[in-house]
Each structure stands twice: as C-alpha cells, then as structure tokens.
C-alpha cells in the first residue's frame, strides 16, 4: 500500500514539500554502556524498519505482452512447438503429438515429465478437453498435472459433468474439491494459475511443513493456500515421505486427448530472504523524563502543526503530519531520537534550554520545523 494513495492528511502534507531524499540507515537501538535494547513484540526479529531507504529493492520482472504469457524470469515447458523440455517416464524422448501450438496426448503414450525439476513454483498451464465431449464422470476429458510429480490438480471436463466434488476440475485428487466449479465447455480454452509451495522435512526426514496451493481457474479463486494431506493416490492419499527439494512435472495420460498450450513457470525463492534477523545495533543514550520534558510541544507554521511531541513517563512520542498515531522515539544522542519501528531521525537543535527547531527525516522527507508558541 502506498500512503499517499490514501486521503489523509500526511499525504496531503508530504507531497506539497520541498525535500531531499535520504539514504537514511536502519537503526535499532542499544544502550550506551550496559543498558540492554528494549525488545518490543511488534518490533521483535524484523530486520527492516519501516520505509528504510537502504531496503533492497525488488528485482524487476517484466511482465508478457499479454495477461497469461510468460514473464522474463519463468521458464516455459512448452511454447507450442517442441516437446524438448519433456520426455517419457523412462527417459525416452516424449511421443505427445505437437501441431497448431498445443501438445496432445496420444493413445498409449504414457505420461511425460518434465527434464528440468523444482520445488516451488508459480505456475500457468492452459488446457482443452474434447469436444464434442464424450463419456461422463471421471471418463471425460480426463488427465492431472503433478507437481514434483507426486501432488496432483486435476483435469477434467466438469462443465455440466457429475462427479465426485474432489475429484472434478481444480481438485487436488482425492484431497480439496475446488471452491467453486469455474469450468468452460467442452473444447474451450481454460487456464490454472497455481502457486505451489513444496512440503518441508527436518534432517530427521520428519514433515515440518505440508505441501500447500493457491489456484485461480480461469482466474476464479478455487484453492486458497490449500494443505495437502500428502501426496496424489486413487481412493487413499499417500502419507508424507521425505523427498527431494526438486522434482520434475508430470503430465498424465489418462487415455483421453487433452491438449495443453502455454505451460510456463516461475520458481520461487523458499522465503522472502530479508524479512527476519537481527538488525545492526547503534548506541542510545538514557534521557531522563525531566530532560524529555524540553523537547514536548509542536512544531512547524503557525498554519500547520506538522509535528507534536508528548511524553509518557520516560518515553519520547512525536505525532506527525496529523497522522493522529504518535510514532515513538528512541535516543541515540540527548537531541537526536530515531524512531523505534520507521526508518528516520527527529533532530531537535542543541541550543541550551527547549529547542526551537526539530529536523525530520523520515520516508524520504526531511523538514526543519520550528517550535510553536
């Protein structure tokens, strides 16, 4: 979310000043001789404070052309014209026929898998059942996609189509019917966008985490970081076995000649590498309530109370902008505070008695206020 997006009066403020963006470090705070930092619950183990400047920023993805197709970091499995990227179970070259941009499965075949493997994964898969549609129940339009092989979605032909709610369109076999059926007819395009997030095991070989997925059908929610109970079966699901971090897709033949087109995916990092951790210590200095008490009162234009410093016992609190949520300041010097959860300072000016002066820097702003009457 961004702040300013919203009406409120912070918004307003900031972007009507004249300011110079800062490369403002991350601070936490730690005392000056053998005063221990003061852990907080909402601040505890997040190595970032808010709006940090010095954060690394996002690696930039450029989008496809058009909404489904591939992004410039996946790694598309099939782009309608080889099946270089599959082969058989047993390693021989795939025997799906590829004509007109989709792959088909053949009478016989046998399910193919993917030569390259991996774990988790954004996916995009599109897929056609027969039309005319022939059979009923499972026996129509049938096949699966596995991820690492073992955790299946089904495919099927569900529009107007009886059958057992987890085993149609968007289930995960034999485990989560979808949350709603979201099917096209017979012959008609239709699209799964999956995030899957591989099971975890400890050294032991112990389930730490389960397998889990999200999948939009044509994009409609049907699966929302749903559990897998454990791996893909007919009429019993497979308990949890310890398994490797990367395996290969598999396609599955189940004698009916599904197509499939525009198969691309996007591996994912385990977890988001710098949300937790210890952040680097600074000094901070012990300011009694008395001397705190200098630095309470507002500051900025006689038409614009755009900073207001309270106290609360030995504790330094500065609402700004309007915000109407004071943000708490920690000292690092005796004029100097940081903010105890945002990525910023708040300078009072070192002349003897109350200041007349405070410099705030913070989410790329810095404004000298001056102290009101």
């Known amino acids: 979310m961004n702040g300013r997006s919203r009406t409120h009066p912070a918004a307003c403020v900031l972007a009507r000043l004249p300011g110079r963006v800062l490369a403002l470090a991350s601070v936490a705070v730690v005392a000056i001789g053998t005063i221990p930092q003061e852990a ?7 190595l970032w404070k808010v709006h940090d400047l010095a954060r690394p920023a996002p690696r930039v993805v450029t989008p496809g052309r058009d909404v489904g197709q591939p992004p ?23 025997r799906w026929s590829v004509r007109d941009g989709y792959m088909q499965t053949v009478p016989g075949a046998g399910p193919i898998q993917s030569r390259r493997a991996f774990g988790d994964v954004q996916a995009h898969i599109e897929w056609a059942t027969p039309s005319p549609a022939v059979g009923a129940g499972q026996d129509r339009g049938n096949s699966g996609i596995f991820f690492m092989g073992k955790y299946e979605i ?18 995960l076999y034999g485990q989560h019917p979808p949350l709603v059926n979201a099917s096209r007819p017979p012959g008609e395009w239709q699209s799964y966008d999956i995030v899957f997030r591989r099971p975890r095991f400890n050294g032991a070989g112990a389930l730490v985490s389960p397998a889990r997925m999200t999948v939009f059908h044509n994009g409609v929610l049907v699966q929302d970081n749903a559990e897998l109970w454990g791996p893909t079966n007919w009429l019993e699901t497979d308990p949890y076995r310890p398994h ?9 033949d189940h004698d009916h000649p599904v197509r499939v087109r525009n198969f691309w995916v996007r591996p994912l990092a385990d977890t988001p590498a710098d949300e937790r951790g210890a952040r680097e210590s600074r000094p901070r200095v012990t300011v009694t309530a008395a001397a705190l008490d200098r630095f309470v009162g507002a500051y900025g234009t006689p038409t614009d109370r755009a900073a207001v410093v309270t106290r609360r016992g030995t ?24 903010f105890l959860r945002t990525a910023g300072t708040a300078d009072f000016d070192a002349a003897p008695g109350r200041p007349t002066r405070l410099t705030v820097r913070v989410a790329g702003i810095e404004r000298s206020l001056e102290r009101l009457p």
């Open 244 to 252: 490797a971090d990367a395996l290969p897709f598999t396609l599955q």
């Open 72 to 94: 410039s970091d996946a790694v598309v499995l099939f782009d309608g014209r080889t099946l270089d990227a599959w082969t058989s179970q047993d390693g021989s070259p795939a």
């Open 154 to 171: 089904q495919v099927l032909d569900s529009y107007q189509n009886v059958t057992y709610a987890d085993g149609q369109a968007a289930a």
């Open 40 to 46: 907080s619950p909402q601040d505890s183990g997040r």
């Open 315 to 338: 504790r330094l609190f500065v609402d700004l902008f309007g915000r109407g949520a004071p943000l708490e300041l920690v000292a690092q010097t005796t004029t100097r505070f940081d």
